[in-house]
Structures are given as C-alpha cells and as structure tokens.
C-alpha cells in the first residue's frame, strides 16, 4: 500500500528501463521538434505567454525588493531625499546653485525634472519629507516607504526594455528566459538600488530600449532614446563614440543626398533632447554652473573604496617600485597627496610612475575604444550592439577617472543580451557577473545585509550555472541522440550521449574553478581571518585585496570581448 | 494496480514534452538535490529579507511579545539551575513570560543562549536585561531562528520529499517536483510566525515533518523518536498525534507480531520522554510542577481572534458567559475527539502513506476547530500536512487554504507591524501557484472551471474587501473587534469546508484501495 516508495524501478528489469529511457528521449526530443515547428505557425499563442511569463519573473523579484525595504541603505539615501527638497521647494534657476545639503544636485536636468515630477507625489505623502531645511536627514518611515516604493515601480521601465528586447529579436525561448532571469533578477541591481538606494534599474532600463531599436534596425529611435539617457545620467556618455560611430555608419551613410538629410534629421533629434534639459538652463545663464556640479573634477583618480580596474595594478606597481627601490637605498619621498583626494595643486600621489591626469584617463579610454570603432565602422551590424555598447562601458570602467564599482552594472546588465549566445560568451559571463556583484560587497557592509548579499551572489550563479547547463548540455544531448541513432543503435546511446555532455556541457575550466576558490579564500580572508589574525592592523587589506583580485577577471574579460569583437565577423 | 500505473504515467509524458513554454525548464534539471539547493537559497533569502523587519512586542513595555519570551526564557536558562527553570523562585518570576513549553524548548533556548551569551552578554543577563532591545541583540536572536530552520526544517524537507518522490532520479516531471518543494519550504505563514513574528515553530515542525517522511520510508521508530522530540518541544504537536497513533497502530497490526511491534513502539516513546525529562523525574514534586506549567487551562477557551468554532460561533452564542471553563473544557474535548476519531479509525482499518498524509491533516483540522486554547498561530499545524499534500490536493483548494491561513493570522500581523512582509509574501504565494507547475496543476483537477472559477473569484473580491477595511477604516466604537471577527468568520466558513472535504476524501481513498484489492484477487 506505500504508493510512494520506489518499489515500481525495482521490480522493473535494468534493461527494460534503459530501454525505455532511450525511446523515451528520442520521443520526447520529436515531439519537442515537432512542437517547435509548430510554435512557429502560432506566434500568437507565444507571444502571451512570453509576456506572462515576463511578469512573473518580474513579480517575484519585486516581492524580494518590497521584502527589502527596511535594508541598509547608504547617503545616496539622503541625497536623493535633499534633491527631492530642491526640486520642490526652489525654482528652476536655483537648482543647480543651492547648497543648503553638502550633497548638491549633481545629475544632468531630464534627472532634476524626474526628481521634481517625484517630488509632487512625495509632498503628498509626508510634506515634512520635501523640506529644504526641516527636512534633512529625516529618515521616518514614510520617506523609507515612498522612496523605495518609487525605485520599485521606476523599474518598470527595465521591464519594458526587457520586454521590447525579447520581443523583436529572434531569440529561442530558452534564451530569452535566460536573458530575464540575468537582467531581472540581477543580484547587482538589487544590491545597489534596492539596498544601497539608487535609480539604475530605470535608467539601464532606458538603455535596453536604445539597445532594443538598435537590434530593430530602428536608427534614430535608438539614438533619441540614448539622447534621453544622457541628460538623465552623464556617466552613460562612455558609450556616446560607439553610437555616435554606429548611427554615422549605418544610419547616415546612405549616399550624399539622402546620408545628409538623415544626418540632419538625427541631428535635429538629438539637438531637441538636449535643448529640452538644457534649455531653461541656457536661458538663466548657468550653463557654467551646471556643468561644473555635474563633472566634480576635484575628486581623486579612485573612489573611497577602489573599483577593481586598471588603475587598481597601476597604483600596486607604484607601490611596488617605490618599496624596491627604497630598499636599493634610493631616496623615494613618500607623496603627499591621496589618490582619492583631489587634485592638490601639482603634487602628485605617484611615487615614481607618472601622474594620471582626467585628460590621460579620458585618452586611455577613448585609445581602448578605437579597435571597437574601427570595426564597427567596418561592420556596422545590428546584432552586435549589445556587445559594443557593453565593451564600450567596460573600457569607462577599466580606464576611467574616479569609477564607482557600482559602475559594472553598466556593462553587466548589457552583456545580459549576448550570454546565451555561445559557450564561451556564457562561461565569460558566468565569471564575470559573479565578480562584479561580488566587487559590489564592500557597499554593504553591516552584519545584518551579510547574509542576504550572500544569498543573493549564491542565488544568482546557482540559476546561471542550472540554466547555462540546461542550455547547452540539452542541445548536445539531442545531437547526441540524432548522432547515435545515425551511426550505431547497437552501442548503447548512453555512453555516447555522456560523452558529448562531456564535450559540450557547460563548465568553466580548472582556471575559471581555481579563481572562483580563490574568491571564497579572498572573502574568508577579509570576513574571518584578517579580524582574527591581525585585528586593527592593516585595515584596508581585506579592501584592497578584493579590488585587486576582481580587477584580474575584469581586465580579462575585457581583453577577451575585445578579441571576441575583433574576431567577429 | 500496475495498469493504473501506466494511465498515471501517460499523461505526465504528454505535458513534459507541452513544457517547452515552460520558464522552469532551464532551472530543474538537475534532479532533486539541484532543485532544492536552489529553492532553498531562494526560501533562505526570503527568510532573512523577512527578518529586516518588526517583531512581535518591538518597542512596547511592559510586557513585550514573543520575541521578549524567548529571550526571557535564554536568560533563565543560561543564569538558573536546570531544577529551578519550571519553578517560581526569588530568580525566576513565572508571572513575567515563565516558561510553558516542555523541556526540548528549554534545552534549546539554553543553547542560544549560550550563543547570545558569547557575543552579546548583557543581553541575557539576569534581571537587567528584560526589554533588552539593540539592533545587535536583534540581529543575534534572528540568527538562532535562521540556523535552526536551516538545520532542521529544511533537511526534514529533503527527507520527505526524497522519499515521497522516490528518490534523486525520480519518475515524476522535474519542475513538479520542485514545484512541491518550493510550497513546503516557502509556507509564508511559517515564514512570517518565525522570522517575522518570532517563534521556533521550524523546529517542532521539522520534527515533526522528519517523523512523516520516516513513517513513509517505514522506519517506524525513527518516526516515533522524532514525534515525541516534537512533542517535547510545543505540546502543540499533539495535533497530530491521533494520526501518528492510528496509522502506527495500524501497521503494527498488520505485521506477523502485533504485540511485539507495538510493545517496541511503546518503549521507544517511553525512552524518549524520559531522556528528555530526566531532570525532572527525581520526584512528583517537580515532575508535576513541570506539567502544570504546560497546560493552561485557567486561560480561555481561545485567545483573541481564533478562526475556529468556538470563536466564529461566538457572535452567536456566547460560550464564555454559558458556560463554565471546566465545562467548557470538557464539551471542547469531546467535540475534538468526535472529529479526529473517524479519521484515526480509517487510518487503523486501513494504513496508507497518502491516508496518513490526510490523517495528519484531518486530525490537526479537528483540534485546530474544536480544541481548547487555539491560538491563530495554529493555523501552521494544519497547513504543514496540506503543503505535503499539494500534489494531491486539488491546487485551487490548496491555494485558497493557503491564503485563508494567511488572511487569518493578517490580524495578527498588522500588530507586529508586519504587513510590508505579509503582502509581500502574500503575492509570492499567489505566484507560486501561478507558476507553470501550478498553474498546470490548477488546470489538472479542475472539475467544474466555471464553479471554481466564480469561487475564486468570489474569495478574492473578499479578502480584498477585508483588507483594505482593516487598513483604512476604524471600527465602530461598539464594535472595536467588528473586522477581526468578520475576518474570522470569513475564514472559518473556509477551514470548515476543507476540513469536511478533506476527511471525504480520506475516507474515499479507503474505498478506493478496498476495490482495487478485491480486483487484484479476481485477477
């Protein structure tokens, strides 16, 4: 009577359950052919459920995100209450010019504006919450709510952009699923906006649209849409060459009658969007003004805490020198200034190497982006977008001056679109993604988030990992199963089936293992040992070391996207 | 019954190769233990994302709530001998939150205590530190929570359903499988009561969920040792034990040696209760002491707002004003015992794993309905056996339990501050339900959709309703507690019809085995 043990496999005869399972695959991989042939009769019917489905996904993480209300979060908090204060209680020409809070209002205006249409709602709520002075650091529990319940529904905005992406391109379904799972329930962007507060979903959101018309071969929309972005958020202005480059190229370039008017026509576009933020501006005559709060070259070379780029080897290497030489009896002056600091007249924070200047940082990034441009110029395709604009975000990070870590994002999230393509483009992505939400720990860093961001990393390469082997292992399987019913039916299919998995399964390497151990090492170092061991002594090593180590897999990757781009055809 | 078997089985391969649509497919197939490994991480994060907020008592002296019980009972029993813990002593004041949980409650709160001990003393200090409220004390305190339920209920979890599946390469469909595991590991009644609310309801219920899966596996014993742990750890436990009795017994009949196999049964229990009570076994005194202290029946027959009988029945009768407590105490008693009996007696006619799964939930329907002192956190005894059952329950009637349970403890939950949390999990498990296993498994057992359809519908216009008259509107001052008890009524009129259905269809199955028995002897 015990109908749930599994008595019925024992009774069963080993052979006749290989059996079985061997005609059981081979059928369930014809009628999933045959109902792949079928789906393409009935795009209808596909088409709703890929957007329920959307929705789903989108509903759990938005679960999670109200669960994490209460989190951490970080002075961005504060900031985004104060420019929520600004942009309500002063007009227009003060915005940009008021210091009441030490943290200004340092975002482009369409930014201003979204904070001012927020703020109509937020004086609703709690008035006391949109007062200049009665209103800093008030942090009751109705401006927690409101704030974060405003970020939860901006990311609406990613949901479309998801949405529009995976309806227009010739994705399979497996690999859409994949792309949602990557951007939607993105463990990084949790981590910055729903716990450290900010608005990156919404305006990555912004950026997949432009990516999406870009893939549709819808030029100028994707460029207005890019137009849009800027004037909410400057730092997306890394990837302006690779569309400024793209739309010449693929938009304009259509013989001279007719390349001409399209290039006034984009031009126009664009000279529209900027207008409309910049115009009042202009009118008042603070064009100065706003241009000198939104790129604060006082800051130093890095953040507070280093974002793992090139700049992190540069400083080692210094150090290094520096330390070698003294010992080698030179007279190596110790530098005065830091290189989070800003520029203090002409000392320099280098002991020995040269001094890194904005101007030598924004010629590293644009000297990095040139191979990309030339292929695009050469090569103007739609389906690579994706990876030009990530690469193009990736060489801002690695080589641009004062990066905040949360900054990978930018090109995580893109790169979303691309990682199922092949093995290699999902192995990469795998590393990387791990390290850049890893790179964004030290962000939060009470013991009561310790946990959740944890759980969070884990989560998010536990899904990748099942589903880049669902991926990829099936698609060898049913080659196998073809192949074998071609070439022996004698031999037993299991064993070769096996053997393809072995070939084709998605796995990342001995190196990818090591390095993935090393980052488990790194972590127990900084969490456990480090206190341990060394107490109050040293307390940026554990800091450093994480810089250090995700900065090898970033450099990396992005030796391998440039490859990958110049390989491309 | 092979035959049936094969019918079973047909259908399963037919929506298998439907599911190319389905989302899940990239995430579960990697047997059983990928699954859950996922599935837990997920229910861990949700866990700990729970825990970021209120508990029960934050902020409010003198009395607190549960989360200052616990404490309490972590500081009696790290700073008091093991004799003195049951007794009113100069130290120990039974008045302020004694303790009233049998012996394995107090074992445990020893050793958490001894964990909040190393990191934090002042928070379990003797006397000075009743409210004891820091972030960091928080913290510590949810983390005892977090790592019993991971130590407990999720490994119970793997258990049952390793067994209930049929081990890693199982028969089933994957995304099924997970899909079941997903509904017992992420209950958001538990979730809430425990991480939220705060209580060890994990442990007493991985106990008792580790005992079912090993009456499953037939492992008898080991299903006695873990009830009786869970006994000793809330006597709320007793819910199930008609079930285990009647099922244990049963099959104990049935085996060549009645006498022996029960007799083995018998000491096993003894031997358990006894190495759990032994402190207090040196004399009467104590031992009765002890047992004072876990039955309360000087308290009422329910406490605040109950969906169960005797409350929802109150608007009418009022049972507290008729009656005497004794009395009361006594027709509760007899009203309980006339609802688990006919399920107890199928279960001894005729043991079966799903019958005990019915069992289990029919016996903790009865007392949950018709028992004395039934709290709202009650709720989770029954809907642990409904989760178990979500394979077999059709997926409409488990979702609506689910919600009901979720709505009558919402109450509850808005006093602790928790309703982010609440409504939060309250779209999870709608969604869960609206995942392509369960929505499958929705359209699989529809009967009548229209009927259903309009119930549903019916039931969601309801609660919604209620919801937001809770929220928004204040009671009439004549009324104070107007809302509660419609919400009580509400979801009484609910639990009733399940718990009818549900002995149904136990009963059914009885029917069901005895003429697939008499076909296998015509054959």
């Known amino acids: 009577m015990y109908e749930f043990s599994s008595e019925k496999k024992e009774r069963e005869k080993p052979g006749l359950v290989a059996q079985r399972r061997r005609s059981y695959r081979v059928s369930v991989f014809v009628s999933q052919f045959l109902s792949s042939m079928e789906d393409q009769r009935k795009p209808e019917k596909n088409k709703t459920s890929t957007t329920s489905s959307l929705l789903w996904f989108f509903g759990i993480s938005t679960c999670v995100k109200l669960l994490l209300i209460p989190s951490y979060h970080s002075t961005d908090f504060e900031v985004h209450r104060n420019w929520l204060a600004i942009t309500h209680s002063l007009p227009l020409d003060q915005w940009y010019i008021d210091k009441t809070s030490p943290w200004t209002l340092d975002y482009p205006p369409f930014f201003a504006y979204f904070e001012c249409i927020l703020s109509f709602f937020a ?203 003294r010992k080698l009896g030179l007279n190596i002056p110790v530098p005065a200034a830091s290189f989070t600091g800003g520029l203090v007249g002409d000392s320099s924070p280098f002991a020995i190497l040269p001094q890194v200047t904005p101007l030598t940082t924004f010629i590293m990034v644009l000297l990095a982006l040139f191979p990309c441009l030339i292929k695009i110029w050469k090569n103007p395709q739609p389906r690579s977008t994706a990876r030009w604009i990530a690469y193009a975000y990736m060489c801002g990070f690695l080589f641009g001056w004062h990066v905040h870590e949360k900054a990978s994002l930018h090109f995580v999230i893109p790169l979303a679109i691309v990682a199922g393509n092949s093995l290699e483009d999902a192995r990469h992505y795998f590393l990387l993604s791990i390290v850049s939400c890893y790179s964004l720990f030290p962000l939060l860093y009470e013991a009561q988030e310790y946990p959740i961001k944890v759980l969070l990393l884990l989560l998010h390469s536990f899904l990748m990992w099942h589903s880049f082997s669902a991926l990829f292992t099936e698609d060898a399987t049913a080659k196998a199963v073809v192949s074998a019913k071609k070439t022996d039916r004698q031999v037993g299919l299991k064993g070769s089936s096996s053997d393809f998995v072995g070939k084709g399964g998605f796995h990342v390497g001995w190196i990818g293992r090591c390095y993935l151990f090393g980052l488990l090492v790194v972590e127990i170092w900084g969490q456990f040992l480090h206190p341990y061991l060394l107490g109050e002594k040293l307390p940026f090593v554990p800091l450093l070391l994480i810089s250090i180590y995700c900065a090898l897999e970033i450099m990396y990757s992005w030796i391998w996207q440039l490859r990958q781009i110049m390989v491309s055809t | 019954m092979e035959k049936e078997r094969k019918k079973v089985q047909k259908p399963k391969r037919e929506t298998e190769s439907n599911n190319l649509y389905d989302v899940s497919c990239l995430f579960f197939q990697k047997g059983i233990m990928g699954s859950f490994l996922l599935i837990s991480i997920f229910g861990l994060l949700l866990r700990v994302s729970v825990s970021l907020h209120s508990y029960s008592g934050a902020g409010s002296p003198p009395k607190f709530g549960d989360f200052e019980a616990q404490r309490h009972w972590m500081e009696i029993t790290t700073n008091l001998p093991i004799k003195d813990w049951y007794s009113n002593t100069t130290y120990n004041d039974l008045s302020y939150w004694g303790l009233d949980y049998p012996p394995l409650t107090a074992y445990q709160s020893y050793f958490h205590g001894l964990f909040l001990k190393y990191f934090d003393p002042n928070s379990v200090s003797l006397f000075t530190s009743r409210g004891h409220e820091t972030h960091f004390g928080k913290l510590l305190m949810r983390w005892t929570v977090l790592s019993s339920d991971l130590l407990i209920f999720f490994p119970a979890v793997l258990y049952f359903v390793f067994v209930y599946h049929g081990g890693n390469r199982s028969s089933g469909d994957k995304s099924d499988v997970a899909w079941h595991i997903a509904v017992i590991l992420l209950n958001p009644c538990l979730i809430l009561i425990d991480h939220g609310h705060f209580q060890y309801n994990c442990i007493s219920l991985g106990l008792t969920l580790g005992a079912v899966a090993a009456v499953l596996s037939r492992r008898n014993l080991l299903a006695c040792v873990l009830f009786c742990l869970s006994l000793n750890h809330k006597q709320m436990s007793a819910y199930y034990a008609p079930a285990f009795f009647g099922h244990l017994f049963g099959s104990c009949l049935r085996r060549k040696n009645p006498p022996l196999e029960v007799l083995k049964l018998g000491l096993a229990v003894l031997g358990t209760f006894a190495i759990v009570w032994w402190p207090y076994l040196h004399s009467r005194d104590a031992f009765f002491g002890v047992l004072s202290r876990l039955a309360p029946f000087e308290r009422g027959i329910y406490e605040d707002y109950v969906a169960n009988f005797w409350c929802s029945t109150s608007i009418l009768i009022k049972w507290k004003r008729l009656f005497t407590t004794p009395s009361l105490r006594f027709v509760s008693l007899v009203a309980t015992t006339l609802t688990f009996l006919p399920s107890m007696i199928q279960q001894i006619v005729a043991p079966s794993s799903k019958g005990f799964l019915y069992g289990l939930l029919n016996s903790s329907f009865a007392f949950y309905l018709f028992s004395f002192q039934v709290h709202e956190k009650s709720i989770l005894l029954p809907l642990l056996p409904a989760t178990l059952l979500a394979m077999e329950l059709p997926g409409v009637h488990s979702m609506l339990l689910m919600l009901c349970a979720l709505l009558s403890m919402f109450p509850l939950l808005c006093r602790d501050k928790l309703v982010v949390p609440y409504m939060a999990l309250y779209a999870s498990s709608i969604l869960l339900y609206l995942a392509p296993s369960g929505r499958r498994h929705i359209k699989k057992h529809l009967p009548r959709p229209m009927i259903t359809f309009s119930i549903v519908t019916i039931h969601f216009v309801c609660s919604l309703t209620f919801h937001i008259i809770y929220l928004t509107i204040r009671p009439p001052e004549k009324y104070p507690y107007l809302f509660e008890a419609m919400i009580m009524n509400f979801c009484f009129s609910h639990i009733l019809g399940f718990t009818v259905y549900t002995n149904a269809k136990q009963w059914m199955l009885s029917r069901q085995f005895a003429s697939g028995d008499k076909e296998k002897k015509l054959d």
């Not at chain 1, 370039?253 to 390349?259: L, P, R, T």
């Open chain 1, 123 to 325: 004086h609703l709520v709690d008035p006391k919450m949109v007062d200049l002075e009665k209103g800093l650091n008030y942090k009751a529990e109705s401006v927690v709510l409101f704030q974060r319940l405003s970020v939860i529904v901006c990311d609406l905005v990613l949901l479309y952009g998801v949405y529009r992406l995976s309806k227009n391109f010739s994705m399979g379904f497996k690999e859409r699923v994949l792309m949602w799972v990557l951007v939607v329930w993105s463990p990084g962007l949790v981590i910055v906006d729903h716990m450290h507060f900010q608005y990156n979903g919404f305006l990555l959101g912004l950026l997949m649209m432009s990516i999406s018309y870009l893939m549709e071969g819808r030029d100028l929309m994707g460029g207005f849409i890019f137009a849009v972005l800027l004037c909410f958020k400057h730092l997306f202005a890394v990837a302006a060459p690779v569309y400024f480059v793209y739309l010449l190229r693929h938009y304009c370039w259509k013989g001279f009658v007719k390349g001409f008017g399209r290039i006034s026509v984009l031009g126009a576009v664009v000279a529209a969007v900027f207008a409309a933020a910049y115009g009042p501006f202009v009118y008042h005559g603070q064009m100065q003004q706003v241009i000198s709060r939104m790129f604060p070259f006082g800051r130093g070379l890095c953040h507070a805490y280093w974002a793992p780029n090139f700049w992190v080897f540069y400083i080692i290497l210094d150090k290094g020198l520096a330390f070698l030489l």
